[in-house]
């Protein structure tokens, strides 16, 4: 289903805060980018993880599994991790109608999102 290509980058808000921007269509097909970005950021260093997914056009269940994962692990080693937007329609109603919405947190922007420290 991905029509657009995917682009997954990673940088630096801060010495403890990662940010990790996901951008176009993210599927089955490349998921795997956007996991292999949130495992490598995901390290004790990063006290704070913020996914940018105000890019994201389209995500399927895939991406959905991939950041619960992420969620998981983060809360198990006592890091946090807060999802960006703003959301498209489309991947915000991947969150409501899941009932996962209440599994992460969320900031209006990026920028919200670091100052939540």
């Known amino acids: ?5 995917a682009a997954v980058t990673v940088s630096a808000a801060g010495h403890d ?11 089955y097909e490349n998921a795997p980018l956007l996991a292999e970005a949130l495992r490598r950021v ?10 940018d997914l105000s890019e994201l056009a389209f995500a ?3 991406v959905l599994h991939v ?4 969620q998981r692990r983060r809360r ?12 498209q329609e489309t991947v915000g109603r991947l969150f409501e109608v899941t009932g996962t919405t209440t ?14 420290r």
Not at 17 to 27: L, P, S
């Open 1 to 5: 289903m991905a029509e657009e290509s």
């Open 17 to 27: 805060v990662k940010v990790v921007r996901v951008k176009g269509d993210v599927d």
């Open 42 to 51: 995901g390290d004790p260093g990063a006290r704070l993880l913020v996914a």
């Open 60 to 62: 399927d269940s895939t």
């Open 67 to 70: 950041l619960l994962e992420v």
């Open 76 to 87: 198990l080693t006592g890091g946090r991790m807060i999802i960006a937007g703003p959301l």
């Open 103 to 116: 599994f992460f947190e969320f900031a209006p922007t990026v920028e919200a999102a670091t100052r939540a």
